[in-house]
């Protein structure tokens, strides 16, 4: 999604590419990332029919808008391969979420999430730490509902401003953020580095409720065990952020 639309590729160009990922390197799992595919609801259901036909076996992941979920398109993913649906919830306080335009309600949050178990398709559900309005009640009460509902489901991102957003306008004007090009270069492992504190909360009590939710948030898994994938990941993963940066 670029400019002012939505350009998509045919249905029988991407089963073709991928048709061929599994021929050739033996790859059974997808993952569709930045897309909110299951508003493109004609889209999906073609893709759904032709893999169909075409008789490919293959499971997938798909990102969507949680308003996008809809109890058709979620059964027919699941007879058709989808395994599991990321989407973005952010917060569970409506306020927050009307702060943030989200225009959905902590009713329909619930409700979706419920609709995706009820078909065997697993949530993955991001959430957000850092608005300038939370204080360390609210990441107690996030703990508490995670631990509670959503234990290792949740992707826990931390509030990163990008540029020509209203948030970095926000930090900017709050001198948070200095030169523009500096600011750029030192960003990082992004989303889960803390690169600009926009609460009133000290970095370290930020940094310390990170943790703590994160700890009951995050699915565990398995580390991949191909040498060949430990290599890569060295080259282009680790040498590109240095021990200081990561988590």
């Known amino acids: 999604m670029v400019g ?3 350009s998509a590729r045919q249905v029988d160009d991407v089963l073709d590419e991928m048709e061929m990922i599994v021929r050739n390197h033996g790859l059974s799992k997808f993952y569709f990332v930045d897309d909110n595919l299951l508003a493109m609801e ?3 259901r073609d893709f759904l029919k032709r893999k169909l036909e075409r008789g490919l076996d293959f499971s997938f992941v798909v990102q969507t808008r949680i308003d996008a979920i809809n109890e058709e398109l979620v059964r027919e993913g699941a007879e058709n391969g989808l395994v599991c649906v990321s989407t973005g919830v952010e917060v569970m306080n409506q306020h927050a979420l009307d702060k943030m335009r989200k225009k959905i309600t902590v009713e329909q949050i619930y409700e979706k999430i419920a609709l995706l178990k009820r078909y065997g398709v697993a949530p993955s559900l991001n959430f957000i730490i850092g608005f300038e309005w939370e204080t360390e009640a609210d990441w107690q009460k996030m703990y508490d ?3 509670d509902n959503f234990a290792g489901q ?3 991102n931390i509030l990163t401003p990008l540029p020509n957003t209203f948030i970095y306008r926000q930090a900017k004007a ?3 953020i200095g030169d523009k090009y500096e600011y750029i270069l030192n960003m990082g492992d992004l989303y889960f ?3 600009v504190n926009m609460t009133n909360e000290p970095d370290e009590r930020l940094w310390y409720w990170y943790n703590k939710i ?3 948030a995050t699915r565990k898994v398995v580390f ?3 040498e060949r994938y430990l290599n890569k990941l060295a080259e282009h993963y680790y040498q590109r952020f240095p021990p200081g940066k990561r988590l």
Do not use: M, Q, T, Y
């Open 4 to 6: 002012s639309g939505i």
């Open 42 to 44: 004609d889209w999906c």
């Open 145 to 147: 509902l995670i631990k």
């Open 154 to 156: 949740v992707k826990l």
């Open 174 to 176: 709050r001198g948070l």
């Open 193 to 195: 580095e803390l690169i």
């Open 214 to 216: 994160n700890s009951v």
């Open 224 to 226: 991949p065990a191909s």
